[in-house]
């Protein structure tokens, strides 16, 4: 079993920036490939950025892409999301998955995710 704790979320004003981190614990990290999806109320969850197991290759939906900045480090069992250049559409719950396994893949649809964290509240103000 992996448990996930994200981190970092809050108020932020238009334009501003804020990273995120996921911790992972129960399973080797570097087995793991990571995603980042985000849900606002009467929508579904979406995706936002992924990154395969070693970290060296990411994939960005075309809302973040530019902005965001998806990372992993192995070591410290972290991946994180840096969020730049903010904007109200932004605002949403931002939620951490992993899926065990990948290899040089990224996986980009909630279904190919076996666990998630409990969401991290992002709010950006205009």
């Known amino acids: 079993q992996v448990q996930l704790v994200e981190s970092g979320g809050g108020l932020v004003q238009t334009g501003g920036s804020l990273r995120l981190a996921c911790t992972a614990s129960?399973?080797?990290?570097?087995?793991?490939?990571m995603g980042w999806f985000r849900q606002t109320p009467g929508k579904g969850r979406e995706f936002v950025a992924a990154?395969?197991?070693?970290?060296?290759?990411?994939y960005y939906a075309d809302s973040v892409k530019g902005r965001f900045t998806i990372s992993r480090d192995n070591g410290k069992n972290t991946v994180y999301l840096q969020m730049n250049s903010l904007k109200p559409e932004d605002t949403a719950v931002y939620y951490c998955?992993?899926?065990?396994?990948?290899?040089?893949?990224?996986?980009?649809?909630?279904?190919?995710?076996?666990?998630w964290g409990q969401g991290t509240q992002v709010t950006v103000s205009s």
């Open positions: 998955a992993a899926r065990s396994g990948g290899g040089v893949i990224y996986y980009i649809r909630q279904s190919e995710y076996n666990y």
């Open positions: 129960g399973r080797t990290f570097s087995s793991l490939s």
């Open positions: 990154i395969i197991r070693s970290g060296t290759s990411t």
